[in-house]
């Protein structure tokens, strides 16, 4: 990969589809991520307006001072870049008194886990609102169009998807490239969602670097009976993911009426 191309051609692209869309610049959640922490530094490249948004919901101190780290050193760096806190623990509190109460159990673990990212969805867009500002998403490839690893709606829920064409280990090329902290380059991949220290891996059940070899010998045509052991188990819980990701990936299903029905 020609690192310093990509970025540039990134750059450019953010900066293009923000002037011509109108828009003044980007707000972006920081969550202590590499992926954030990516996205957010060429989005300020773009010498528009960013917005970094903290948004902690009963959160790791260690995501914290990881995203504090690199907003301070964003700052120093861009003069166009602007930060805010927004503590949402409450907030999340709040709704989950009002919610119905349910027995304890995984599925309503989960449920609350992706509740966590639509209430910051919201908040981030009501910045853009406020500020005339684009959303920038931090999905990779991997996470996007690979395994579904994403919240609908929630950090799925974006104007624009910066480094969706980027494996996961291409995100981390760039990030180094473009001295994101070592903390951050550092630390485990993890969505922060669950109020302990889970990683990516230990949801999915498979290192990105497996996810990643198994999205491209899928796209090479290849399917479970051509591998043994841990690569065959690997492979089929990739195809098992990506199957009943579907629905995130696809555009929304639209019941259209025959004419004669109409008419």
Known sequence: MQTEKVIDHIVNWLKEYATKAGMNGFVIGISGGIDSALTSTLCAKTGLRLLCVEMPIHQDERQVARGRE?????????????????????????????????????QLNLSLANTRARLRMSTLYYFAGLHKYLVAGTGNKVEDFGVGFYTKYGDGGV?????????????????????????????????????????????????????????????????????????????????????????????????????????
């Open 70 to 106: 690199h907003i301070a050193q964003l700052k120093k760096r861009f003069a166009n870049v602007t930060n805010v806190e927004v503590n949402l623990t409450q907030t999340f509190e709040d709704l989950k008194v009002a919610l119905p109460a349910v027995e304890e159990s995984e």
């Open 159 to 263: 104007d624009l998807s910066p480094i969706a064409d980027l494996m996961k280990s291409e995100v981390f090329k760039l990030a180094a490239a473009l001295d994101v902290p070592a903390s951050i380059l550092k630390a485990k991949p993890t969505d922060g969602l669950w109020g302990d220290d889970r990683t990516d891996e230990d949801q999915i059940g498979a290192t990105y670097d497996q996810l990643e070899w198994a999205m491209t010998q899928d796209d090479l045509g290849k399917t479970a009976a051509d591998f043994e052991g841990e690569m065959k188990r690997v492979f089929a819980l990739y195809k098992k993911l990506n199957n009943a990701n579907q629905h995130k990936m696809n555009p929304i299903p639209v019941c259209e009426i025959p004419v004669h029905l109409k008419n």
